[in-house]
């Protein structure tokens, strides 16, 4: 079956420490996106890319970086910078670019200790 | 501009009933207008969408009303079900981008 995968499921942080989340996805989709949910706020774009090696900032981009080396793959770095970082994390793909139906994967939730 | 404005931020329906939420965009360059559907610990899942060359889309109990002069867009759940019961983001798309609303609860009861 054709989705998106993302992993850990929960993850866990400690303070100044970077970690990164997984997405993989078999859809042979162009577009990825990197999402960012907290309760009472949806979904908020940190990052997105359209093309390989190619990425462009979201709305909260800052704390994160991302990398786009394969096509189905667009991990996404928390890094220590990012002072709030406890939030449910979405991945997503889409075949093209905005006006398109985008898949996401089954989250990330991501927790300080 | 970039916002999309979504009511209510909860709903409680009786089973049977209709459902009716609410989303209001201020940026004309928006041509794409998608509903998601979220059940707890899972990511959204595309519902219906509407492009606004039509006021209204419908697809089983679930349709997109759509009034591109008020910029406003809805979606109605007709006899909604007990397994309806989730949070649904409406979204607004451009070229790049979708922008998402801040969710709506919604809990039927049986």
């Known amino acids: 079956d054709g989705g998106i995968t993302q992993s850990p499921k929960y993850l866990f942080r400690k303070e100044g420490q970077n970690v990164t989340l997984s997405c993989e996805q078999n859809?042979?989709?162009?577009?990825m996106y990197w999402y960012r949910q907290d309760p009472g706020q949806g979904l908020r774009l940190i990052y997105y890319?359209?093309?390989?090696?190619?990425?462009q900032k979201g709305d909260i981009a800052e704390g994160y970086s991302v990398s786009r080396e394969k096509k189905e793959s667009f991990p996404l770095t928390v890094t220590s910078a990012q002072k709030n970082p406890t939030a449910f994390y979405l991945c997503?793909?889409?075949?093209?670019?905005?006006?398109?139906?985008?898949?996401f994967g089954d989250g990330t939730r991501l927790s300080i200790l | 501009q970039q916002q999309v404005k979504q009511s209510p931020q909860s709903l409680i329906v009786q089973k049977g009933g209709i459902s009716i939420i609410n989303c209001a965009y201020e940026?004309?360059?928006?041509?794409?207008f998608p509903w998601y559907q979220q059940f707890p610990g899972k990511g959204p899942a595309l519902l219906i969408a509407?492009?606004?060359?039509?006021s209204e889309k419908k697809e089983g109990r679930f349709t997109i009303s759509f009034n591109k002069s008020a910029k406003q867009f809805s979606l109605h759940i007709m006899d909604s079900q007990p397994g309806d019961s989730a949070t649904y983001f409406c979204?607004?798309?451009?070229?790049?981008?979708?922008?998402f609303g801040t969710g709506t609860r919604l809990q039927v009861f049986p």
């Open positions: 997503a793909s889409s075949p093209g670019q905005g006006r398109q139906p985008q898949h």
């Open positions: 859809l042979n989709h162009d577009a």
């Open positions: 890319s359209q093309i390989v090696n190619d990425f």
């Open positions: 940026n004309t360059a928006f041509d794409y």
């Open positions: 509407i492009r606004p060359d039509v």
């Open positions: 979204a607004a798309g451009d070229t790049d981008k979708l922008i």
